[in-house]
């Protein structure tokens, strides 16, 4: 496997441009804005938004993030439709060949079908860079993100029971879907 620091920085779609964010002040300042205007709806199913209260909360966590990177563990990049931030995907998990994704998106940037189209140019990357599998870990009951999944060619291949938390459902099944190139 290549060196994570080789993956492309910037990918481009019709409508969309997913950039690598770099663990700056004015990055992390976006960050915390938006999570704040988005708070209840994004920790309904994504717990660790709890713990980003404060803009140095979040460059701590792009530090981190963008450390991954070099340490061939996870790439996280930004979602930005016309120049505006709308949400984050990465792939972490890396193993040989294979990866995990997570995704969120802002309220109102959900149902044009923008996770479909990153997702889909992430996926078009990775194979190209040399990944085979790639995994999505759905609590049970995220209806969109299920849905996202089996629009984008994924399979769900198991359920893990009562391995997850998710505020809005409390513990809840894994439903572990996987694509192959």
């Known amino acids: 496997m290549k060196k994570l620091t080789e993956f492309p920085q910037t ?3 019709p ?8 663990p700056t002040t004015e990055n992390a300042k976006i960050g915390i804005d938006i999570i ?3 708070r209840d709806y994004l920790e309904a199913w994504q717990g660790h938004f709890g713990a980003l209260r404060t803009v140095e909360d979040v460059k701590k966590k792009l530090e981190h993030r963008y450390e991954q990177i070099t340490n061939n563990e996870c790439v996280l990049f930004g979602i930005y439709q016309d120049n505006n931030l709308i949400g984050r995907i990465r792939f972490f998990n890396v193993h040989d060949n294979s990866c995990e994704i997570g995704y969120w998106l802002i309220k109102s940037a959900n149902g ?28 049970n009951g995220n209806a969109p993100s299920e849905n ?12 893990l029971p009562m391995t997850s ?7 809840c099944d894994s439903l572990i879907y996987v694509k192959h190139l």
């Open 11 to 13: 990918i481009k779609t």
């Open 15 to 22: 409508r969309l441009v997913l950039n690598v964010i770099l």
């Open 36 to 38: 704040d205007k988005n």
């Open 112 to 139: 044009h079908g923008y996770m479909s189209e990153a997702l889909g140019a992430l996926e078009t990357e990775l194979f190209k860079f040399g990944f085979d599998t790639i995994t999505l870990d759905i609590d």
């Open 148 to 159: 996202l999944a089996k629009r984008n060619g994924y399979k769900l291949v198991k359920r």
């Open 165 to 171: 938390y998710a505020k809005c459902v409390g513990k």
